[in-house]
């Protein structure tokens, strides 16, 4: 299975020597720029919070907008300041040094953040790249495009028979009790004791996120109207997921797009 998403940063006709330096803080470079910028997400428009930055031609995003673009998390601890993409991809950058770490390694081409006006902006191409993206410049759109990257492999869902013993047997151990549930490759996503057959679940769909592959799950129900044997069932999904290396596999409900059996508020 393939799949590639797409992100268009439409940069608009302003070049850089259309604006003034802006003014920074001594720990930021002095010829960083504003300019204005349009983001869009697989063809839907996104608001950055902050303007990017121009630093030696490189552009840099507010790193709450590099979150947000990469589908990450964002947090800073004084001179700190950490990006996650996932468990197994993480980023951190030294505020004060310049030093960047990837997955806890220092790296020696690593482009660090630029602190200004008190706010942390993150070199965008370098963080796509990164993640196994492609970002270039689309000069009939006047548009920055970011393309993630190509994943193989993916989610299949199988049957009892195609399963070995050892795998039966894993299977019949937690089918019973709500939850999801892997040894090695293979998924187990039981629903739990159900009132009867009406009950079930459904792979509705999957779509990859960058580093992580989301599945989304219909918690079906009875028809109504329609008569269905009162028996207790346990409904279950089982399935193999292949997935490329430092990448996560996510299982949300497909009507809420919360996490799969989150408690309900």
Known sequence: MKAKQWIAAALGVQLLAAYPAAAAPAASPSHAATFAANVYVNGEEMSLLQAPILVGQRTYVAA???????????????NTGVLKLSDQQSYTFGLADGKVTVNGKAVKDGQGAVVQSGRVFLPLRWLVEQAGGKIAWNAEKRAVEVMAAEHEGGLVLLTADQLTKEEQAYVESVRQKQGIYHQGNLYVIARGESPNP?????????????????????????????MYTQAITYPYIVAKADLPSYTTVVFLDADTKKPLFAPQQ
């Open 64 to 78: 709450e907008d590099a979150a947000r673009i990469l589908e990450a998390e964002w947090a800073r601890s004084q």
């Open 198 to 226: 009406g009950y079930g679940l459904q792979v509705t769909h999957t779509q990859w996120s960058w580093e992580q592959l989301i599945v989304y799950v219909k918690l079906t129900k009875p028809e109504p109207g329609k």
